[in-house]
């Protein structure tokens, strides 16, 4: 299983920058995926998670102005990113959640969104 991140980069305050989640060797239509994201010195947080049906879910701190959503015909997951602050500045990860374990299981390596005030 394979998930590749991408779509990273440096943003002005009250930019946008859309953030992809490419999967590979899984059965990618059944599987929630999830986008966290971990600042320097803070723990890694859930940003948005969206589900094998469509239902999504966001962290407090950016209802309104991240959209999560799949292509499954693509393997892919997105994360929109829309008035970024700067507090907003992380590496965000993609992930998805093995049912069995109970977890997000398989992780992405990582990339970096960096926002400029």
């Known amino acids: 299983v394979q998930l590749q991140a991408s779509g990273g980069g440096l943003v002005q305050a009250g930019g946008s920058l859309r953030l992809s989640c490419a999967a590979s060797?899984?059965?990618?239509?059944?599987?929630?995926v999830g986008w966290f994201r971990q600042a320097a010195g803070k723990q890694r947080e859930l940003v948005a998670g969206i589900s094998s049906g469509g239902n999504t879910n966001y962290a407090d701190s950016v209802k309104g102005r991240f959209t999560i959503s799949r292509d499954n015909a693509k393997n892919t997951v997105y994360l929109q990113m829309d008035s970024l602050k700067p507090e907003d500045a992380a590496v965000y990860y993609c992930?998805?959640?093995?049912?069995?374990?109970?977890?997000?299981?398989?992780w992405g390596q990582g990339t970096q969104v960096t926002v400029s005030s």
């Open positions: 060797g899984l059965s990618f239509s059944t599987v929630t």
């Open positions: 992930a998805a959640f093995k049912l069995s374990s109970g977890t997000y299981r398989y």
